[in-house]
C-alpha cells in the first residue's frame, strides 16, 4: 500500500509541477504559429504586424505591432492570454477582436501567448 501511495504522490506533484509552467504563460510558440495561421493572421498579418488583408478594409481601427517591442512591453502575458480569450474589449482594446475562449483551448491560447511574444524579441 505505501507502494502505490508512493507513486500516487509522485505522479501529483509532477501534474502540479507541470501545470502551471505552461498555465503562467508558458506556451509553444511553433504550436502558436500554426495558430496564428489559422485564426489570426487575416488580421494581424503574417509578421504580426496588424497588416493582415482583413484590416484593409476596416480604416477606423489601428491593430497592433506584435513586432514593436515598446508597446508590447506594456502588456503582461496575462494581458494578451485576456485579450485572446475574451476579445479586445476585456482589456479596452477593439471590439472587433474575437473572444476565443470557445474556439481554442486554454493550452492552445498560451501557445498563442509565447508566439506573439517570440514576434517582439526579433
Not at 27 to 39: I, N, Q, R
Not at 69 to 81: H, N, P, V
Given at each position: 500500500m505505501k507502494r502505490i501511495s508512493h507513486v500516487m504522490l509522485t505522479s501529483l506533484?509532477?501534474?502540479?509541477?507541470t501545470l502551471p509552467v505552461w498555465a503562467q504563460g508558458k506556451?509553444?510558440?511553433?504550436?502558436?504559429?500554426?495558430?496564428?495561421?489559422?485564426?489570426c493572421q487575416r488580421c494581424h498579418g503574417?509578421?504580426?504586424?496588424?497588416?493582415?488583408?482583413?484590416?484593409k478594409a476596416v480604416k477606423t481601427v489601428k491593430i497592433g505591432d506584435w513586432t514593436n517591442?515598446?508597446?508590447?512591453?506594456?502588456?503582461?502575458?496575462?494581458?494578451?492570454?485576456k485579450i485572446t480569450a475574451e476579445g479586445g474589449a476585456a482589456l479596452g482594446k477593439s471590439?472587433?477582436?474575437?473572444?476565443?475562449?470557445?474556439?481554442?483551448k486554454e493550452k492552445e491560447i498560451w501557445d498563442l501567448v509565447a508566439f506573439i511574444r517570440s514576434l517582439a524579441k526579433k
Open positions: 506533484i509532477a501534474v502540479g509541477v506556451g509553444d510558440p511553433k504550436l502558436g504559429k500554426e495558430l496564428h495561421v489559422k485564426h503574417e509578421q504580426g504586424k496588424g497588416d493582415g488583408p482583413a484590416m517591442r515598446e508597446e508590447m512591453a506594456k502588456y503582461s502575458d496575462q494581458d494578451l492570454y471590439k472587433l477582436m474575437p473572444a476565443y475562449k470557445d474556439k481554442l
